[in-house]
C-alpha cells in the first residue's frame, strides 16, 4: 500500500492512528472538516466535509486504503448526523467505487446493539437494537457497506467498536473496551488479509467481562490481546460503582440508551 486515508483523522481516536499506523504506508493521507496543522513528512493533509461528494471523491482520489474514523461520533440532533454519518459515508462508498474500490475499514459502533444487556453475549449476526440516533446512522452504514459488497465487490471490515480509549476508565469499559493497540493491529490484519469480504467485527480486546463473540474471525489471523480486567483494581478505587439497575450498569450502549431526542437549536 502505497497512501493510506484516514478520515477524521483531527479527532482524538485519528491522532493516535495516525501513530500506530505510519509503518503500513510510506504516505499517510489524513482528512477532517477540522484544520491539522502538524502534518508530519509522511503526511499529506485534505480538509473535507463529508456532506460535499466532489470533495470526498478528491479525498479519496489514489488512496490503496481507508480507516473512516471520521463522522459525529457522539449523539446530537439528526440534522449533523444525518450530514455526516449517513450522507457522508454514501459520499465515501461512491468515491471509492469510483477509485478501484481501496479497502474499506469502517468504524462502526457498539450503539448498534446498545439496548441488549450486559448478561447478554452476541455474534455478529445478532439483530441491530440501537441505543441512539447515532446508532441508527451506524446500522445505516453497516447496511450501505453491505451493499457494496454484494452490489460491486466493495470490501470492507465493519468493525463495532466498543470504547477505544488509552485504559478503561470506568465500570461499563471492564465489559467494551477496545485497546488502542488491539485496534491497530486489527486494521494491519485487514489490510493483510488476501481476501476480506465484508465481516462484522466486535471492536474489543480479551476482555474477562466481555459481551462480544469474534470466534468468528480465526481466518483473519487477529487476535485481542489486551485485557480490561487488568485495571480493575484502579477503576474500583478510583470510580465509584453505580447503582445496579443504572443504565451504564444494565445496558450495553450505557448512558446513550438514556439520551432524549435532541433537537437542533
Known sequence: MKRLLITGAAGGLGRVMRQRLAPIAPTLRLADIAPIDDARPNEEFIQCDLADAAAVDAMVAGC???????????????????????????????AARAHGQPRIV???????????????????ECTFRPDSLYGVSKVFGEALARMYFEKFGQESALVRIGSCTAQPENHRMLGS????????????????????????IWGASANTQGWWDNSHLAWLGWQARDNAEDHRAEIDARVPLPAPDAPVMVYQGGVFTQYPIYKKD
Open 64 to 94: 490503496d486504503g481507508i480507516v473512516h474514523l471520521g463522522g459525529i461520533s457522539v449523539e446530537t440532533p439528526f440534522e449533523p448526523i444525518l450530514q455526516a454519518n449517513i450522507l457522508g459515508l454514501y459520499n465515501l462508498y461512491e
Open 106 to 124: 469502517f468504524a462502526s459502533s457498539n450503539h448498534t446493539v446498545g439496548f441488549y444487556r450486559q448478561t447478554d453475549r452476541l455474534g455478529p
Open 177 to 200: 473496551w477496545f485497546s488502542q493497540g488491539d485496534f491497530a493491529a486489527l486494521i494491519e490484519a485487514v489490510f493483510r488479509a488476501p481476501h476480506l469480504g465484508c465481516p462484522v
